[in-house]
Structure formats: structure tokens, C-alpha cells
């Protein structure tokens, strides 16, 4: 077997800004653009709130920021907080190839570390790019069989990546970066059954602080396998890994990048609802429906979805996010789904919404892969149908434009332009600048 541990290892610890192409730069700005908007956006959430506050009394140095409140603690104090919040309202960005969310747990590890070290955003900006490439890659190679055992790659391959990211900022040699990557194989944990809770956002936390925990304890002599990840009876062999290791995950390392695969929400749910409410939005343009008269609604998605986000019949606002049936509704009445606050406890009781999503059905559709789904809806009359598929690309334009009116609409104009431009000059601006942004 490739030795999954060294590859990685030795590509993050030498890895330089001008390896990676312009089409990554542009996606890693995308990515953290529209991670700020939402972790901004989270910072009242009850889970940002209860995991600042853990980190606040625990707290014996004052090195790093945490985002919802402003106080400063050390940094892998503030990457488990900042992580939780950024996760908070599950509206950061996804990976199908890396099954998760790589930019909620290594945005959060660069950020903490970045102020402790006092580094430009562009430090921040070639360790990010070289935390989700791996973590993008090693989630590829766990794939759907890990997944499907139970286990949350934001949160698992997430933790590789956040190590990536803390060994680049702290300056870690090569051997060094493998030793981290091989104790963080023994700390990356996050199980699915946690999903429609808070625990769900608070697995991107934990990555980000396994991260710089990982990399400090490398730094200071801390010795771990340099097999970790896939030795016997190591991280992979563990962890429901299907024992097959996908070309494109160790192929091309550092000269193509998978990471621009990457899919933005807007929708703010899970984005296994997505294709499905894509497609119902693009029926409703040409469609004038009377929900009254509805008698039926099938959406056909991939088996894989049904243990995530087929919740039957949610009774709070978080269980919302993660329910075909009641999301369904939701778009049918004319919720927008786009919107924070459409997801709340309310809505999951409402008369109206409640008719709507009993007469829901979700049928799965092995032919269809994770991206794709099929909705049908019946109203007595007539029978209409429509197909959707996330993998299609959108021209970069458009994406810019959806991403930069998503971040305006959780930042504000003048935070969001204030965050764009520091993006544009990352190599005279400090970390500090952007984290008081989000703190303020």
C-alpha cells in the first residue's frame, strides 16, 4: 500500500504558494468568503454561545480571538470554538469527493493560528489551500463506506486537514508533519448520529482543534506512528475504509488539485435537500402550482441520503434542515429556503406545512448518484417531473456573483467588501484584521 501518511506528510511540508493554480486561489477565496458570511452569521447560535464559553473558562492565554464574542483565548481554544460556529447553521461549503465540509474545520485551525503568529492572510491562505487538498483526498479515499458506517468525514478527514494546515503556519519539516499526521490518526473522531443536533457543528470544532494540538505536540518532540493513517489496525482499517485507495486521491499530487470540486450551499439546509429543491425551484418558475390541490409529491434521491437528511417529521428548526419531507413544503407554500430564519420550530407545527409534508414520499433511486435527484409532483390532473444535478458546473462569474450576494446578505455590504479586499491583497494584510472583522 502507499504509504498514505509520508505522501501527505511530505506534500504539506513542502508545498509553496506558487505550486497551486489559479483556479484553486479562486476557489479557496470563494471558500473563505463564504465561510465568513456564514460563521458571522452563527455567532448567536446556542452552540457558538455554549462553546465560546467553555473555552473562555478555560482559557490561561490570550492568543487568539473567538469570533462570537470577541475574547481572546489560546489558539486551539478559539479554532474549536470558531469551528463550532462556522458549522452552526450548516451553510458552509461541501465536498461530495471529500463527503463533508473541508472548509469548516481548516479556515477555523488557519485563523486561530494565524493570529497567534502574527502571520500575513497570505500564510493563511497557501496552508488552507494545502489543509483541504489533503483532507479532500484522504475523504476520497474513506469514501462513502465510511460514511455510511456512521462516521462524519467533516470531522475525521477533517482533522488531517487541519493538521495540514497548523504544521504549514508552525513551520514543521517533513518528518515533523508526518509524526502530527500520525498522532491525529489516533484523535479524529465524529459520528453521524450526532446530525440535527449541535453536536453536528461541534465535530468541525473538534477537527480545527485536533489540528493545532496535533501539530504543537509534533513541534515540541511528541512521537507518534509515521503509519498512522494506514497501518494495521490504524485509522483507515478502523474506521469503515472499503480498502480501496482511488487513483485521483494520490495521483498528480501538487499538480492537479481536486479541491476545486467544491459546492456552495444556497439553500441553508443539508445539502443532500439541494438537488431536490434546485429542481422544484426551476419547476416553479414555470409552474403555477395550488398546493391545495397537490395530492402527492416524490422525490427520488440516492439511498445514501435516506440516513442523513430524511428526518420525517422534525419538531425543531436544526431537525428542519435535515428533512426532504418538510423542506418540500417549505418551497411549495413559497418559504425561502435561502433564508436563516425559514428554519425554525414553528414552521415544523404549522397546519399547512404539516398536510404538505405527509403527502411527501422519498423513494430511493439507486441509479442516481449523491448529486442528482428526481421530483415528481401530482396535483389530480396532470403529473410533472424534473431532474437536478449539483455536479453541474457554474461558470465562475456567476458563482462569484451568488457567493459575494450570499456573504452581503450575512456580513453586511460594507463588512463583505471590507473581507473581499483583504482577500485581493492577502500579502499586506494581517490575519488580525480579518478576525476582527468577524469579532466585531
Not at 504539506?12 to 460563521?39: H, P, R, T
Not at 469551528?83 to 471529500?98: E, I, K, R, V
Not at 450570499?406 to 467588501?417: A, D, I, T, Y
Amino acid at each position: 500500500m502507499v504509504s498514505i501518511t509520508k505522501l501527505f506528510g511530505s506534500y504539506g511540508a513542502n508545498c509553496k504558494l506558487n505550486s497551486f493554480n489559479d483556479e484553486m486561489k479562486f476557489f479557496a477565496k470563494m471558500s473563505i468568503l463564504d465561510w465568513c458570511g456564514v460563521a458571522y452569521a452563527g455567532k448567536k447560535e446556542p452552540v457558538s454561545k455554549i462553546v465560546s464559553e467553555m473555552v473562555i473558562e478555560e482559557s490561561g492565554v490570550n492568543k487568539a480571538t473567538v469570533i462570537s464574542n470577541g475574547h481572546k483565548v489560546s489558539s486551539r481554544g478559539a479554532a474549536l470554538a470558531n469551528g463550532a460556529t462556522g458549522h452552526a447553521l450548516d451553510y458552509d461549503d461541501t465536498h461530495f469527493l471529500f463527503v463533508g465540509h473541508p472548509t469548516s474545520s481548516a479556515l477555523p485551525t488557519a485563523l486561530a493560528l494565524g493570529e497567534e503568529l502574527d502571520t500575513s492572510i497570505e500564510d493563511i491562505i497557501l496552508a488552507y489551500m494545502a489543509g483541504v487538498e489533503v483532507s479532500t483526498r484522504i475523504g476520497h479515499i474513506l469514501g462513502y463506506s465510511h460514511y455510511n458506517a456512521g462516521f462524519h468525514q467533516t470531522a475525521t478527514s477533517g482533522s488531517f486537514g487541519s493538521t495540514i494546515v497548523a504544521s504549514k503556519l508552525l513551520g514543521l519539516n517533513e518528518d515533523q508533519t508526518i509524526n502530527a499526521l500520525g498522532l491525529v490518526s489516533t484523535r479524529a473522531s465524529g459520528i453521524k448520529s450526532q446530525f440535527g443536533t449541535m453536536g453536528k457543528p461541534f465535530h468541525a470544532g473538534m477537527a480545527a482543534s485536533n489540528g493545532i494540538e496535533a501539530a504543537k505536540l509534533s513541534k515540541l518532540g511528541f512521537v507518534s506512528r509515521e503509519d498512522g493513517i494506514e497501518c494495521e489496525q490504524g485509522f483507515f482499517q478502523t474506521h469503515g475504509w472499503n480498502k480501496e485507495i482511488p487513483s485521483r486521491a494520490v495521483e498528480n499530487l501538487g499538480t492537479e488539485f481536486l479541491f476545486p470540486e467544491i459546492k456552495y450551499k444556497f439553500h441553508a439546509c443539508c445539502h443532500g435537500l439541494h438537488s431536490f429543491l434546485e429542481a422544484l425551484d426551476d419547476l416553479k418558475k414555470v409552474n403555477n402550482f395550488n398546493p391545495e390541490s397537490i395530492e402527492e409529491v416524490k422525490i427520488e434521491t440516492n439511498p445514501s441520503w435516506l440516513k442523513v437528511c430524511n428526518i420525517q417529521t422534525p419538531k425543531t428548526g436544526l431537525e428542519s434542515k435535515f428533512s426532504y419531507k418538510l423542506t418540500a413544503a417549505m418551497s411549495i407554500y413559497g418559504t425561502d429556503t435561502s433564508k436563516l430564519e425559514s428554519y425554525n420550530d414553528d414552521i415544523c407545527f404549522e397546519d399547512k406545512m404539516v398536510k404538505m409534508r405527509d403527502k411527501v414520499k422519498v423513494v430511493p433511486n439507486e441509479k442516481l448518484t449523491d448529486m442528482q435527484s428526481v421530483i415528481s409532483i401530482h396535483d389530480g390532473s396532470q403529473e410533472i417531473k424534473n431532474t437536478h444535478d449539483l455536479s453541474n458546473k457554474i461558470e465562475k462569474n456567476i458563482l462569484e456573483t451568488k457567493i459575494v450576494g450570499k456573504s452581503v446578505s450575512l456580513l453586511s455590504q460594507s463588512k463583505s467588501e471590507q473581507i473581499s479586499k483583504m482577500l485581493d491583497e492577502p500579502e499586506i494584510n494581517k490575519v488580525s484584521s480579518l478576525v476582527n472583522c468577524l469579532a466585531s
